[in-house]
């Protein structure tokens, strides 16, 4: 074993299956290292998990059986259970760690998350980063609150679904006008897919076809996710009532409201709100 400069690992000895929709996710581990220069760390057995490796800082080259990357600061790497693995750390190197199991995982890497043929995630958006920060505070404080075990595996949940959101945005980005339709969807977020349709002059069935083709969900997906994620950050950034902030972002039913937010996150409105810490 690799034996860091600087490290502070957690292991649950008592793992937690939190319930995320109708699947599970377990917490196994979680750490963040200092190494030095050269530190090689190469795995032939399977992990007991998904892991996740987010780089704080420094340059390291990761190998697979499927392919080479040479990842930088604010890159995310999935190490596979089960697939051969190896990365060289060149020049020092600070990472964030996290090791989860639960049958969540198959279903959102079946709908794009943590793929094997592009275990990378480059230049990470910030909301991957705050998740990131989230994740790894709340694993510290569980050490003496043990609730925190649940947010963290709540917000890997999370972390999850930004992976699929930031490379479906990659694979967007490559079309212009599913540029387009994507800033129309995000701005207007009452507007109807038939209604953007109508505004770049394509039959609906035309463009929903090449959307699902591009982004890998519905325009009417795409909008959900868009009103969620500003619902979370109202959350985080203003004191409005639930109610008016899901009013805000299009769901005049708080229950309603409610619902879909935890069918997305995993967590209520309220609770996102007491337990986010953007750090």
């Not at 930088?72 to 020092?92: C, E, F, I, K």
């Not at 009452?190 to 394509?202: C, E, G, T």
């Not at 909008?223 to 500003?230: I, P």
């Amino acid at each position: 074993m690799v034996k860091a400069d600087t490290a502070q690992s957690i292991v649950f000895t008592e793992q937690t299956a939190v319930t995320v929709g109708r699947s599970g996710l377990t917490l196994v581990s979680a750490g963040r290292q200092s190494y030095a220069d050269g530190e090689a760390t190469v795995r032939e057995e399977g992990l007991p998990g998904l892991a996740c490796v987010y780089m704080n800082s420094g340059t390291m080259h990761y190998q697979t059986t499927c392919g080479e990357w040479m990842l930088t600061a604010n890159s995310l790497m999935w190490l596979l259970p089960d697939v051969y693995h190896n990365y060289q750390r060149q020049g020092r190197v600070d990472e964030t760690w996290f090791v989860f199991d639960g049958p969540v995982i198959e279903l959102l890497r079946e709908r794009g998350a943590a793929p094997e043929s592009a275990p990378v995630l480059e230049h990470c958006s910030q909301l991957i980063r705050n998740c990131i920060a989230r994740a790894w505070h709340h694993c510290q404080q569980s050490q003496e609150h043990s609730a925190q075990q649940e947010l963290a595996a709540h917000t890997l949940h999370e972390l999850l679904l930004l992976d699929i959101t930031q490379r479906e945005e990659i694979i967007g980005s490559e079309d212009p006008l599913i540029v387009l339709v994507k800033k129309q969807l995000a701005e207007h977020l009452y507007v109807s897919p038939k209604s953007v349709a109508n505004h770049f002059h394509l039959t609906y069935a035309t463009l929903r076809r090449q959307f699902k083709e591009r982004v890998g969900c519905t325009m009417s997906a795409y909008q959900t996710r868009c009103r969620l994620q500003q619902a979370c950050d109202l959350l985080i950034n203003t004191t409005d009532s639930i109610a008016d902030i899901g009013a805000c972002c299009g769901y005049d039913d708080p229950l309603y409201f409610s619902r879909q937010f935890s069918k997305q996150f995993g967590v209520s409105p309220r609770s996102y709100r007491q337990n986010s810490i953007v750090l």
